[in-house]
């Protein structure tokens, strides 16, 4: 789709060419090994979508080139490899979005599903339209095998402000789910990310900063600098010809990366 605003998280799909050259290697990605293979070719027949990554810092380069890194979470049966396919950014299509909360809670272990019930219920009615990925959002769009005993619930919280952040983040910490544990991210407007978690340490007072994931990387930044009212920041989203955004600057003395909110987009693979 010419023109569409893509943002870390976001379902794309492929044509038949791009497919062949991935395949072939003809993008830049190492050799594939076999079993990297086997999963693309299924990827590639059932036609099923891969997500947007992170991209490098410098996109999309001195060249122009608008290639883009996309993302394949194989499921179990290949070894939950996390792929990265490098393609046109022109010749991505949109596929739609990660599944909402509310039907993957009616498929959660019998005793989970009230407290995921009760959580969609709040989410809902803080006008968060909380989307699943990970293991649970995966096996949801594909019909594959991902989800295992220490899966997470990765939610994805499109947040206006911080005020509706506080919002999603009160929900969640009254939420009564102990398995599967609820994670995820609060997307703000400009498509800068912030592990709820991280979210809530911050607003307590815990730390100081917070650990921004967007588009071409991940940041420490001073809370104070996360924009209140959702704020656009230009270049933020995918776009063909965008310029590059410099990241925010680091805090000093705050080096190590949180364990809840990893610099690494794993939480797609999880």
């Known amino acids: 789709m010419p023109g569409a605003p893509w943002q870390r998280h976001d379902l794309v799909g492929l044509g038949a060419g791009a497919w062949a050259r991935v395949l072939a290697g003809d993008a830049g990605e190492p050799p594939w090994d076999e079993t990297a293979l ?26 122009g080139r608008e290639i883009v890194t996309l993302g394949l979470p194989a499921p179990l049966a290949w070894g939950r490899r996390r792929l990265f396919v490098r393609t046109a950014l022109g010749g991505l299509r ?20 009230a407290a995921c019930a009760c959580l969609a219920a709040a989410l809902d009615a803080a006008g968060v339209a909380a989307r699943v990925y990970g293991s649970f959002g995966w096996q949801a769009l594909t019909g594959l095998a991902y989800r295992h005993a220490d899966s997470d619930l990765d939610l994805l919280l ?37 592990a709820w978690r ?6 307590a007072g815990r730390v100081a900063s917070l650990l921004v994931k967007h588009l071409r990387g991940a940041e420490l930044v001073p809370g104070a600098e996360m924009p209140p009212d959702g704020a656009r920041v230009p270049g933020a989203t995918l776009l063909p010809g965008a310029a590059r955004v410099p990241g925010a600057a680091r805090v000093p003395g705050e080096a190590q990366v949180r364990d809840e909110a990893r610099v690494s987009d794993e939480a797609p693979f999880r």
Do not use: N, Y
């Not at 999963?39 to 997500?51: E, G, T, Y």
């Open 38 to 63: 086997e999963a693309l070719r299924h990827w590639a027949a059932a036609d099923l979508p891969l997500v947007v990554a992170r991209q490098a810092p410098t996109w999309p380069g001195e060249d």
């Open 158 to 194: 499109p947040v206006a402000d911080a005020a509706q952040a506080d919002a999603a983040v009160r929900a969640l910490a009254q939420a009564a789910c102990a398995r599967p544990r609820p994670d995820g991210e609060l997307l703000f407007a400009d498509g800068r990310a912030v």
């Open 94 to 113: 949109q596929r739609g979005k990660f599944p909402r909360l509310a039907p993957i809670g009616r498929e959660l272990p019998a005793e989970a599903r």
């Open 198 to 203: 991280e979210w809530a340490a911050w607003r």
